[in-house]
């Protein structure tokens, strides 16, 4: 699709589109073949909608369920994002699906069982931490012992895939965690631990 001069490509890539208007503001993400409406007002959406109609074959599919790994589910006060099947994907990929669940993604210490001798498999090394990484937009809680993981990914031990087990064996445990936006005033809370 090639923007009008309605709609406006965003600097930070070739993917996203936003129209301002009198009425509000369009948002449209392209993916391959896939295409997200959002913005401020219905009826700018629906009309746009309408539009594409007209001009391409599509199918609507209404409100947004899942998106390149991203679970949506929405009610009338919150939406929640989470990636429980995508999560899932890794844990059965890194062969944990029978592991016990870890209280905490990585070890305080951070020694962990294994030998300092290179692990066997880098590539599929390097493919669960990219899946971690990803798999951070809805649990930033990982983000620490993902870090620490991905610095390792081009020298990784069994020691290194140990903890990466870790992970993932914390991840089978909060699978159903994700991000909730609710309706109301957005009130920014930080913790933090004196480590």
Do not use: W
């Not at 599919?61 to 929405?74: I, M, P, T």
């Not at 995508?86 to 209280?103: K, M, N, Q």
């Not at 294994?114 to 983000?143: E, K």
């Not at 140990?162 to 913790?191: E, F, M, P, W």
């Amino acid at each position: 699709m090639v923007p009008t001069p309605l709609i406006l490509s965003c600097g930070t890539g070739l993917s996203l589109f936003v129209k301002h208007s009198a009425t509000g503001i369009l948002i449209l993400l392209l993916y391959v073949n896939d295409i997200v409406v959002t913005g401020s007002s219905p009826t700018l959406i629906h009309d746009f909608i309408n539009c594409m109609h007209h001009e391409f074959q599509m199918k609507d599919l209404a409100s947004l369920k899942y998106f390149l790994g991203l679970e949506v589910e929405r009610t009338n006060d919150r939406l929640l994002l989470h990636q429980t099947k995508y999560a899932g994907e890794l844990i059965h990929r890194a062969g944990v699906d029978s592991c016990t669940t870890t209280p905490t993604p990585i070890s305080p210490s951070r020694s962990t069982n294994g030998a300092d001798v290179s692990f066997h498999n880098p590539r599929l090394f390097r493919s669960l931490v990219g899946g971690l990484q990803y798999l951070t937009v809805t649990h930033p809680d990982i983000q620490f012992a993902v870090n620490y993981v991905a610095q390792k990914m081009h020298s990784s031990t069994e020691k290194d895939f140990h903890t990466l087990k870790s992970i993932l064996q914390y991840v089978k445990g909060t699978i159903l965690y994700g991000l909730i936006y609710s309706r109301g005033d957005l009130r920014l809370r930080g913790y933090s631990d004196s480590d």
